[in-house]
């Protein structure tokens, strides 16, 4: 009989398991929150008592812990096996399903240690990951956390853009977290989209403020994620993995190349580049590009690969990428490198006034109808993010 020690993983016979009287964590010390480091304390939640730290005691080796946030809704529901492997090769307390625990409260292990930084790795898509950033902006943590990613979603933009693939498809854990130790770090810009939605009858209307991580569009392609996300809270049977999720898409941006709801959108709205305004030509589409990676893996701002893009794109510049789409058809001709965008420019700044009418929006994949108003485009407070290195042959 075989017996494995849960913490370093080493395995050894029955009969030579007494002489082995210590643990060096094994290959993820690093990372693992020490069983001897934690004090425990019991909660109520739901009516389910629950044990959660109470107290961490820093070890004396160089350290930087890991909290795994994981989606388990997440693309093809893959959440769930990867809370189990990470709890096997981890400390269970540091694994946190926020399906059940909100990333907020996961978070509150950090003010445990806030001189550590500590290393999130976010399993989700890129919704997911929105909802840890933006969870660690409300957390105004001491010491800035690393934020790190493994792609669980359906387009999972923001994970392609770092170099983390399109998706999780079942690797070992183990090749995962190898290659999260060969990563760089970079500061990721992020961006403040601040609308202000006129009034009707003199009565003001409440001001809606987002953070942008990958991308903002208004017109054609936020039609297709709204009326994808409208079908998809009726009947979320239908929507049970990614190939599915994509057929959707595809279904919704055909339709729209007969309809054209957006059809003359640059007589209803009006853009500023860095306080300039810009002179439009016939669009359906405006997308303001924080990421190389657009609608499931289009690098939207390089386009077709034929032409010179003289700006340069990156995600840590300090500069959005503002581009204009035709129509839906322009849209598919772009996802296969058949066409380029419309570039309009770069910017620290952008305003889009809504003139008329209701354009379907998106931020990030969350999209909604948009009524008039002024939308201005702003820095927000650039984050930490992991980016995969270079495969090493």
């Not at 693992?32 to 739901?46: A, D, E, G, M, R």
């Not at 409300?138 to 990613?149: A, D, E, G, I, R």
């Not at 909604?368 to 939308?375: A, E, H």
């Amino acid at each position: 009989m075989d017996i494995r020690c849960v913490w370093c993983q080493t395995v050894c016979h029955d009969d030579c398991a007494k002489p082995v009287t210590s643990c060096d964590l094994g290959a993820y010390q690093k990372w693992i929150l020490p069983p001897t480091s934690v004090t425990l304390k019991s909660i109520w939640v739901k009516g389910v008592r629950k044990h959660v730290v109470k107290d961490i005691a820093t070890p004396e080796y160089p350290w930087q812990p890991m909290l795994v946030l994981a989606n388990r809704k997440s693309g093809n529901n893959q959440g769930q096996s990867v809370l189990q492997m990470f709890r096997h090769l981890l400390n269970p307390a540091q694994v946190v399903d926020i399906c059940e625990v909100p990333p907020e409260a996961a978070l509150d292990i950090c003010k445990l240690s806030p001189k550590t930084q500590y290393l999130v790795l976010v399993c989700g898509g890129d919704g997911t990951v929105g909802w840890v950033l933006g969870a660690i902006d409300k957390m105004k943590l001491q010491t800035q956390p690393l934020v790190c990613v493994l792609p669980l979603g359906t387009g999972n933009d923001f994970a392609r853009s770092l170099g983390w693939g399109s998706g999780y498809a079942d690797e070992d854990i183990e090749d995962v977290l190898w290659d999260i130790s060969t990563a760089e770090t970079i500061e990721h810009d992020r961006w403040s989209v601040c609308i202000r939605n006129y009034g009707y009858f003199g009565i003001k209307r409440p001001m809606k403020t987002l953070i942008m991580n990958c991308y903002f569009s208004i017109g054609c392609d936020a039609a297709v994620v709204l009326n994808f996300h409208r079908t998809r809270e009726e009947n979320p049977a239908l929507f049970k993995n990614r190939i599915l999720n994509k057929a959707w898409y595809l279904g919704y941006g055909t339709k729209d190349v007969f309809e054209s709801v957006c059809h003359k959108l640059n007589e209803r709205i009006a853009v500023e580049l860095d306080g300039k305004a810009v002179d439009l030509p016939e669009l359906e589409g405006i997308v303001l590009l924080n990421i190389s990676s657009w609608s499931s893996g289009c690098d939207l701002w390089a386009g077709s690969g034929l032409e010179d893009v003289p700006l340069k794109q990156s995600p840590s510049d300090g500069l959005i990428e503002v581009v204009g789409l035709y129509s839906s058809l322009h849209v598919g001709r772009l996802q296969v490198g058949l066409a380029d965008p419309c570039r309009i420019g770069q910017a620290k700044t952008v305003r889009i006034v809504v003139k008329s009418g209701f354009v379907p929006a998106q931020c990030d994949g969350e999209p909604w109808d948009q009524s008039p108003c002024i939308i201005s485009v702003a820095a927000h407070s650039p984050a930490l993010i992991m980016k995969r290195g270079a495969e090493v042959s």
